[in-house]
């Protein structure tokens, strides 16, 4: 399957600076290889799906068919899971795509415009959305991280820290103006995140895909109930 064929934020270069490698380096574990000084603040098992966020509708597009190794670290989030048959969502069922080996993906931390967490109910468990602005379209690509209240709640608290934290340290990748690195200096030090919350992220930069296909899928209808978390911290 060639890199444009691929979903949104399963070809990582697609949120990462022109001239980076095109994704993660894995060790023989298939762990992430941190660059540099590059710090890891925690590893995770979950459930991800990618998601196109619009002004009255939110749309899942894809699913990968069992847990991945979550990776969070002071500079991104990557996820690393076995390929397997990739369940592609097509107008209420799901259309399953082949895809060998492993399948990766990352957001570094200069991206994320809003995170978005909507605890577990009666029809699901927990959900964190990762969502980003896009260029040329209102529509918000989104990563969901999907698992136990607890589990997702702690990531959420760890992704705020980590993103606020990357861009108050690094003016050089994102221009702040002064209300904005106070609001990001607030949340560096804000209480643990509960409930249905909407996180806004100051100082983010919009991504763009590099397939057309990811902008003008096909209309469809989401088959899981989704709700639009509410509120702001």
């Known amino acids: 399957m060639h890199d444009d064929a691929s979903p949104f934020f399963i070809s990582p270069h697609r949120f990462d600076a022109a001239g980076d490698d095109p994704g993660p380096v894995l060790d023989r574990r298939h762990e ?4 540099g000084d590059e ?8 459930d991800v799906a990618g998601y196109l966020l619009g002004p009255t509708e939110a749309r899942r597009s894809w699913a990968l068919p069992s847990q991945v190794t979550l990776t969070v670290t002071d500079r991104r989030l990557v996820h690393v ?10 107008a209420g069922h799901r259309q399953v795509t082949p895809m060998p ?3 990766s993906g990352q957001i570094r931390w200069q991206w994320p415009s809003r995170l978005e967490l909507l605890p577990a109910g009666e029809d699901g468990p927990a959900r964190l ?3 980003c602005d896009a260029l ?18 702690e990531l959420a608290r760890l992704v705020r820290h ?3 934290t990357f861009r108050l340290l690094r003016p050089e990748l994102v221009d702040l103006s002064p209300p904005e690195r106070d609001a990001l200096a607030r949340l560096t030090r804000t209480a643990p995140l509960a409930g ?20 003008y899928r096909p209309r469809q209808a989401d088959p899981q109930p989704y709700g639009a978390a509410s509120g702001q911290r």
């Open 32 to 35: 992430l290889v941190p660059d």
């Open 39 to 46: 710090r890891v603040l925690g590893r995770h098992r979950v």
């Open 81 to 90: 899971g076995g390929a397997g048959r990739l369940a592609l969502v097509r």
């Open 101 to 103: 080996g492993l399948v």
């Open 129 to 131: 959305l990762v969502v």
């Open 136 to 153: 040329r379209t209102i529509q918000q690509p989104a990563l969901a991280l999907v698992g136990a209240g607890p589990l997702v709640g």
């Open 162 to 164: 980590a993103v606020a």
């Open 196 to 215: 249905t919350t909407r996180v806004l992220l100051p100082g983010s930069l919009p991504v763009e895909f590099h397939s057309r296909d990811d902008y």
